[in-house]
């Protein structure tokens, strides 16, 4: 059990009527990996994301995250794991640390370790002067960096990023994978949606999603050999037009 | 159960917080209270009187000046035919219109019978109804009036008999339309707050993206929807209380039974409102779409309620659908108590059925919320 990788996807299909929005992807992620999953809008990769943390259904197909069947034991995944959505996920009527109070709560942490949480995650971010202040009236780069210390809050051991960084500055997005790589050193394995190519550097392995399937999946360095190309960005164009 | 805490101060610190929705939820129902109460009455007053006196005697003027004098009635004209009181009430100037035939006074005295012909506006039926019962009385008053001067004028031995009937009206003697009234506004004004804010309430959760992010939490089910409700029960309580002391301050309602006999009621009764907004929810994905379902739901139940029109007076197949409104067992149960001071023996069929209610729809309505689609 000990060598189980951290995602195990085999044949995972979801279908919405007619439409295939996840056409029978297999793969498999190591455990302290940073995988990127990539695609165009619309491949399916937020569709098959949903279907790994246990927010929606496969239609068929079976994927195992941190050992858990998705399927059968959608509960325990969710004990193991932590995720942000494309959408900003914290409440922006509650402060910084009412919102860490309130996710820490319902994952059950006791009350010394969400004090001590708080009070790490507020250091971390040098965020003492805004602690009690409304979310809502933070700006979009600190959302996301409190955002994504809060879906660690419980030392998850899996931790699903979809597209974290979108619409955020440069330099937070740096800072911001500067935090996925500190997690990542800890072990924790990071799967993460993204459509800046430069971002999918940074990943030890990627994969790309086009129309439901997975197209290329392997180190950016090996796609780019593959295809003959210098950048990510390269590969991505040349794998969507291919399909055109 | 600390999953729930934490959830429960969520909650509340998120409506504490949006002032302008806590001046919505408690300032609202006290303004309708007010206006509601002094307006919803089944009272017809200040109806416009005209009449064609075509008699002219002593007793058709006797009639007319009956009508004159009722508080009912507001006398407009008096026509000289019978073809201007039709136009008066094709324009719609006059509501009532008396026609006093010819020979009157004659047919009463020699053959002790006489007729009437009176025109009554019916576009608003209801009101014609009751229009028509204050014109039958003002003519049975003369009848009484007429029927002691001949008896005179003729034989007194052969006196009729004749049965009176004295109604005792009961638990609100006067017949006044705000005690009947404001106990069903109360029920409205609970009604609204939980049907409403407690389906919006989750939708906006669905909207934002933060529902998503608490599905992906190992929150179990029924935690989540006993935080999301007990916030909006808890309300409903408050506001009910709120508007029973205005009903005692600025109406004077009685409250002949025990108030915590309707707290009772209204703490079930909530479970079956907020477990219908639940529902509702479940099945919409945005704010607009459960608004709708929502008001669907509301007009039907309140219309059918028995507050407005009376569930007796229903055809049969509606009578049967209002034995699964909610709303018509509160209205009853607020008046039964209010009024009559009925106990908790009184109330106990009503309490019954709304308990299984309240447990059938919760449990369709966790059944139905799903944390995986």
């Not at chain 1, 695609?39 to 569709?47: E, F, L, W």
């Not at chain 2, 008066?88 to 002790?112: M, W, Y």
């Amino acid at each position: 059990m000990k060598n189980d990788p951290a995602i195990h996807v085999e044949n995972l299909t979801k279908m919405f009527g007619d439409f295939t929005a996840v056409n029978s992807i297999s793969f498999q992620v190591g455990k302290g990996e940073v995988f990127g999953f990539l695609g165009a809008n619309g491949a399916g990769k937020t569709t098959a994301m949903k279907m790994l943390i246990g927010i929606s259904k496969p239609t068929s197909g079976q994927a195992r995250v941190a050992g858990f069947n998705v399927r059968t034991h959608a509960e325990e995944v969710k004990n193991s794991i932590g995720y942000m959505s494309q959408k900003f996920s914290l409440y922006n009527d509650l402060t910084i640390k009412e919102n860490i109070v309130f996710f820490g709560g319902i994952y059950g942490l006791p009350k010394s370790v969400l004090k001590e949480k708080t009070q790490a995650l507020v250091d971390e971010l040098g965020l003492h002067d805004h602690a009690d202040a409304l979310v809502r009236s933070l700006p979009l780069g600190w959302k996301q960096k409190v955002a994504f210390s809060v879906a660690l809050l419980h030392n998850p051991k899996i931790i699903f990023l979809d597209e974290p960084t979108g619409g955020v500055d440069p330099i937070t997005r740096r800072q911001f994978w500067e935090m996925i790589y500190r997690e990542a050193s800890k072990g924790v394995t990071i799967f993460v949606t993204t459509h800046y190519m430069d971002e999918a550097e940074y990943c030890d392995r990627v994969s790309i999603m086009v129309e439901g399937n997975i197209e290329a999946l392997d180190t950016p360095n090996k796609l780019k050999e593959r295809y003959q190309v210098g950048s990510m960005n390269e590969v991505f164009l040349k794998l969507a037009r291919n399909i055109e | 159960m600390r999953t729930i805490i934490f959830l429960l101060v969520k909650e509340f610190k998120q409506i504490f917080r949006n002032k302008p929705m806590l001046v919505i939820i408690f300032m609202l129902p006290i303004i309708q209270l007010l206006i509601l109460a002094n307006a919803a009455s089944y009272e017809v007053r200040n109806i416009r009187f005209a009449a064609i006196d075509a008699d002219q005697t002593p007793y058709s003027r006797e009639l007319v000046s009956k009508f004159r004098a009722s508080a009912q009635f507001d006398f407009i004209a008096m026509y000289p035919s019978e073809k201007m009181g039709k136009e008066a009430v094709q324009q719609g100037t006059v509501d009532v219109v008396l026609h006093i035939p010819q020979n009157f006074e004659r047919d009463l005295q020699k053959e002790k019978k006489s007729q009437l012909l009176v025109t009554i506006n019916a576009i608003n039926g209801s009101a014609a109804a009751v229009e028509n019962i204050y014109v039958t009385s003002i003519i049975k008053d003369f009848n009484k009036t007429v029927q002691v001067a001949l008896r005179n004028a003729a034989d007194t031995a052969q006196k009729p008999k004749e049965v009176i009937a004295i109604p005792l009206f009961w638990f609100n003697p006067e017949l006044d339309y705000t005690t009947f009234m404001v106990p069903g506004i109360l029920v409205l004004l609970v009604t609204m707050v939980a049907l409403f804010l407690a389906g919006m309430n989750i939708v906006r959760e669905k909207e934002l993206g933060t529902l998503e992010q608490i599905n992906v939490t190992p929150i179990k089910k029924h935690e989540f929807i006993i935080g999301k409700l007990t916030p909006f029960w808890i309300l409903g309580i408050a506001e009910l209380m709120v508007g029973l002391v205005i009903a005692k301050i600025a109406f004077d309602i009685p409250m002949v039974g025990h108030p915590g006999l309707l707290f009772l009621f209204a703490s079930v009764y909530l479970l079956v409102v907020l477990g219908i907004g639940l529902y509702i929810s479940n099945f919409t994905e945005t704010q607009q779409q459960a608004m709708f379902l929502a008001w669907f739901f509301a007009v039907i139940f309140i219309l059918m309620s028995g507050l407005f029109t009376p569930i007796e007076s229903m055809p049969v197949w509606a009578q049967v659908l209002t034995e699964f409104n909610p709303v018509k067992y509160f209205v009853e149960v607020i008046r039964m108590v209010m009024l009559k001071g009925s106990s908790l023996k009184d109330i106990t069929p009503q309490l019954v059925k709304l308990g299984l209610y309240a447990l059938v729809i919760n449990a369709l309505a966790v059944w139905s919320y799903k944390k995986v689609s």
